[in-house]
């Protein structure tokens, strides 16, 4: 029957979807082999309908694969048309500039039947820890040399696996067991949701969706639409310096509200370069939609529908419209640092609802080598600094916004990899001071336990240039990357790390929000107490002057 034509019924299948895209978020994580999916949380599943139109997204994903996937369904369309799909197949590729934004990421499409017709379409994606190549690192020259390119093919021909990509993919990866296990799990993830969606329709009694699609994208569009109805109108610029590979880049954006949504432009930021940091205009458009929708609609749920409202454009050639075939392995460099962008732009027409700027950008440790056992190892330890300071809250310590990617915990590393984590603990004093305060940066301490030299790849922002106050506030602290004996190393590129060296990374920390005076004596008492700033800080940044021992044991 069809989806009878009233609110309840359609709330109810909505709330369905959004249920069955979470369990099968949970049936990725739990079946995949990369610690980067198991540990952090770097994957995203979502449900479409035939049109190619994204219905509901899991919570648990990031917004670079969200929001690329939004798109990337409809190229798959474009390359296998509805009607030539049959049950049990499945669709796969790699693409940067059709996926996710670089080659560590596969997204698999399923499409789902239900007596005979195909009514809706499944797809996931995550990353995969080594593609072969040069992988996500700043190094590469071109796209080509960043790991195996899968153009869009299929993993599954009505049931049956294609055994040629699977062994192509296999004798491409350094970890070829990961490789083939992480591709099964996004297939079985996407088979959870066809399975679960065909008891939906035989429990409703449905033969269709296409009614409670379209509720969704015009209810998403509407309520959307009526939050920017209430914003100020105009135009607001924004530029954001970062410390980029061999010298600074320039990010510039416009951001323009009309009653027709909200539009992004681009035009007068820098060119590509000549390193694996430039963007795909996909990856660009994920993080630019994240930054308003985070502070505009944040409670609204994110699909096609809220989601076209709000349009982006960059001239082409530029960092963050790079065009195939340049390198792009480590996007997320330049690409995590669009919110911060965008948010400078929102901070002028909406003040006091805005944060500081934050390290954004991950600091992880990517390793590479081969034990003494003669195993290979690959593996990226995710690790974050701090966000800026929120209105009224101080900003989150050693925490991934815009990621969302939680951190990677040291047992599971040491597990994986021949190294040793001597600290990991939150630096005082790395918070930017103000009303409300930054979050804090870390300090990350670890070696090679088997004695080896080892080659780290950096990729990390926020050195040059860090994070900057915002209202009154002060700027956050920079990262820095050295070895323990003192010596500096560079924020990008391979480096060479001596045998018996001990690395230390600094991560940055989130900037404040408002005057560091105005902040309460109460809240500069629990840093003190919590060791989050340190006497010397909490004298000269805040002018604290209690003269008492509190009970932390701090003089004051």
């Known amino acids: ?22 369990e099968q978020a949970q049936v990725l994580i739990r079946t995949a082999f990369s610690p980067m999916v198991r540990y952090c949380g770097d994957v995203s599943v979502a449900a479409f309908d035939v049109r190619g139109r994204m219905l509901a997204q899991a919570v648990t994903g990031t917004p670079g694969h969200v929001n690329t996937m939004a798109e990337a369904v409809g190229h798959f369309l474009d390359r296998f048309p509805l009607d030539e799909m049959r049950e049990g197949d499945a669709y796969i590729t790699n693409d940067p500039w059709l996926g996710t934004g670089h080659l560590n990421d596969f997204t698999v499409l399923t499409p789902a039947f239900h007596e005979g017709r195909c009514v809706a379409l499944f797809a996931c994606t995550s990353h995969i820890m080594d593609v072969g190549g040069l992988g996500a690192s700043t190094e590469a020259l071109d796209v080509l040399s960043e790991g195996i390119y899968v153009p869009h093919l299929k993993l599954l021909d009505g049931g049956v696996i294609n055994d040629t990509l699977m062994a192509m993919l296999e004798a491409n990866s350094r970890l070829p067991v990961d490789i083939v296990g992480d591709i099964f799990s996004l297939a079985a993830c996407n088979d959870a949701g066809v399975k679960r969606l065909g008891e939906t329709f035989r429990e409703f009694g449905l033969t269709g969706i296409d009614d409670v699609s379209q509720h969704i994208i015009e209810t998403s569009r509407a309520a959307v639409l009526k939050r920017v109805s209430e914003l100020p109108k105009g135009c607001w610029r924004n530029e954001l310096m970062l410390d980029g590979y061999d010298s600074p880049i320039r990010l510039y954006a416009s951001l323009t509200i009309s009653d027709a949504g909200i539009h992004i432009d681009f035009d007068g930021t820098d060119p590509v370069v000549a390193k694996g940091i430039n963007v795909p205009l996909t990856y660009t458009k994920a ?28 001239p082409e050639g530029s960092i963050v419209n790079a065009q195939k075939p340049a390198p792009v392995g480590a996007r997320h460099v330049v690409g995590q640092m669009i919110p911060d962008l965008i948010l400078g732009c929102l901070a002028q027409a909406l003040p006091d609802r805005i944060p500081a700027e934050g390290a954004s950008c991950m600091w992880n440790i990517s390793l590479r080598g081969t034990a003494r056992s003669g195993r290979n190892y690959t593996l990226a330890v995710m690790t974050s600094g701090g966000m800026g300071a929120r209105p009224g809250l101080d900003g989150l310590s050693a925490t991934a916004f815009p990621t969302g990617i939680f951190g990677m915990p040291v047992e599971i590393v040491e597990s994986q990899v021949p190294f040793l984590f001597w600290r990991k603990e939150l630096q005082p004093d790395s918070g930017g001071a103000g009303r409300t305060r930054g979050g804090l940066g870390q300090v990350i301490e670890f070696e090679n336990v088997e004695g080896s030299s080892f080659r780290l790849s950096a990729a990390y922002e926020r050195i040059h240039h860090p994070a900057r106050g915002r209202l009154g506030g002060a700027d956050g602290a920079p990262g820095h990357v050295e070895l323990a ?51 010397k800080a909490a004298k000269e940044q805040y002018g604290f002057r209690k003269e008492r021992l509190n009970e932390g044991g701090f003089a004051t």
């Open 287 to 314: 993080y630019a939609c994240f930054g308003v929708a985070c502070s505009v609609f944040g409670d609204i749920p994110n699909n096609s529908g809220s989601l076209s409202s709000l349009t982006v454009s960059a």
């Open 1 to 22: 029957m069809n989806i009878p034509n009233n609110s309840v019924t359609f709330q109810v299948l909505w709330n369905r979807l959004l249920a069955i895209v979470e």
């Open 485 to 535: 004996s003192g010596e500096k190393l560079q924020g990008k590129g391979l480096q060479t790390i001596p045998a018996g060296s001990r690395v230390v990374l600094h991560t940055p920390g989130g900037a404040g929000l408002g005057p560091a005076s105005e902040r309460s004596p109460e809240r500069i008492e629990t840093d003190l107490n919590e060791g989050r700033i340190s006497l």
